[in-house]
């Protein structure tokens, strides 16, 4: 198996995420038992050993948004999503939280996707963006028009999400189309959303904050790839290191 995310809650206990499934630890990761998730997954994250959600995907409809709270033996659906096409998605559960990244197309260096977000551990869900692109066509639960943007527009594809309580949200992204990179931010789980582009020239970003107000962004770029800090939550950001880039 070979992980594209893993989330320890303590030195012992921890989930490690593969493209379909999820998988546990209760030995630092010595040995690790597969998690029992629907069909047609796309996206796992687990909140406690009890609390998780899951990404769907259903032929003819788009996906759906499950939860669970007896650790995975059953789940439920709390939300439908129409889409014409699916090309997967991103989970990430902390507290009462739940960020849910569901992708369209892209084409055009441009991409379709939207943001849902949840402040009650999944029970119900709201929209927060539907980043539609002409390259890319409709966004998932969007329109031709789309409903707002997310960071590093135009076209700009996501990175990650890095979660704080019950409350704050920070999403990075980058814009190949446009040389930009950006991170859009929420302190209400969701019900308002806030984007903010660096001044530096890049193309694609990772962040992660352990706190409200402090976070590190890496940024890929041609000739400048750097690492970035924050101590205001994400409104101004200054260099602190410089990395080798691709040409070096």
Known sequence: MQFKRIDFKNKNEGYGYTYNGAYRTQDGGSSWI????????RS??????????????VPGLGYQLLRTTDGGKNWTTSLKVASATWNGADLYANGKQVWAVLYGDAGMSQQSYSLYASGNEGRSWRQVFAQSTAGGGPAPGGSNIG?????ADPGGHPGNMSLIGDQAAYLSGGSPAAGKVGIGRSYDAGST????DLKDLGYSSRISFPSAQTGWLV??????PAVYQTTDGGTSWVQKMLLPSERD
């Open 193 to 196: 959303w806030e984007n903010i």
């Open 34 to 41: 597969k998690i029992h998730t629907p069909a047609n997954t």
């Open 219 to 224: 940024v890929t770029s041609d000739n400048s």
């Open 44 to 57: 796992v994250a687990f909140a406690t050993n009890k609390q998780g959600y899951a990404v769907q995907v």
């Open 147 to 151: 409903k707002g943007k997310g960071p």
